[in-house]
């Protein structure tokens, strides 16, 4: 569901004319098997989602809340599996995570220190609004860390960074 971002993006900030756009993608849009490895090993699955989402951090943007017991200092990675509802449940989902926090019982929550994930087919991997590719996602939280960039630059370097990446994975 990362494909809806740049028309859902657009919407909020006043451009209408990407509903067209964000209904087409979201027609369009099939859930895709996932494959994730938590924490080294210590829990694996399988699963047909529409989205994993990653977070450090309670918020998501300047409103959405996925729980209310998200901390940027438990060392740990919060993980969403979004697999069991449907589209609609999905926009539902959303527009009620920026007025209240939802509690769905369907959505998995993981505190990880690590992550690998997978999906067949190939889906868009997103950071902080931006498009990094499609391939598998390696995230881990490294403690008392702190990378910071700003700027057109960071942005460039950002995307290299991930094709890089993404060219080493598919050396492997």
Do not use: C, W
């Not at 979201?26 to 699963?47: C, N, W, Y």
């Not at 017991?69 to 009620?96: C, G, H, M, P, R």
């Not at 505190?111 to 690998?116: C, D, K, L």
């Amino acid at each position: 569901m990362s494909a809806l971002y740049p028309a859902a993006d657009g919407i909020q900030h006043g451009e209408l004319g990407k509903i067209g756009d964000f209904l087409a993608t979201l027609i369009r849009s099939k859930p895709a098997r996932m494959h994730m490895v938590l924490d080294h090993g210590r829990q694996e699955f399988d699963t047909l989602a529409h989205l994993v989402l990653v977070s450090n951090m309670p918020y998501i943007g300047k409103q959405f809340q996925p729980a209310s017991d998200i901390s940027f200092d438990d060392s740990l990675l919060d993980l969403f599996v979004y697999a069991n509802l449907s589209k609609l449940d999905l926009i539902e989902y959303a527009v009620e995570a920026t007025s209240r926090i939802p509690e769905d019982p369907r959505i998995p929550h993981f505190r990880v220190s690590n992550a690998v994930i997978e999906s067949d087919p190939k889906m868009p991997v997103m950071v902080d609004s931006m498009i990094l590719g499609e391939d598998t996602l390696r995230v881990a939280l490294h403690r008392q860390s702190l990378n910071a960039m700003a700027g057109e630059a960071a942005s460039s370097h950002l995307i290299a960074r991930s094709e890089a990446v993404i060219q080493e994975n598919h050396e492997e």
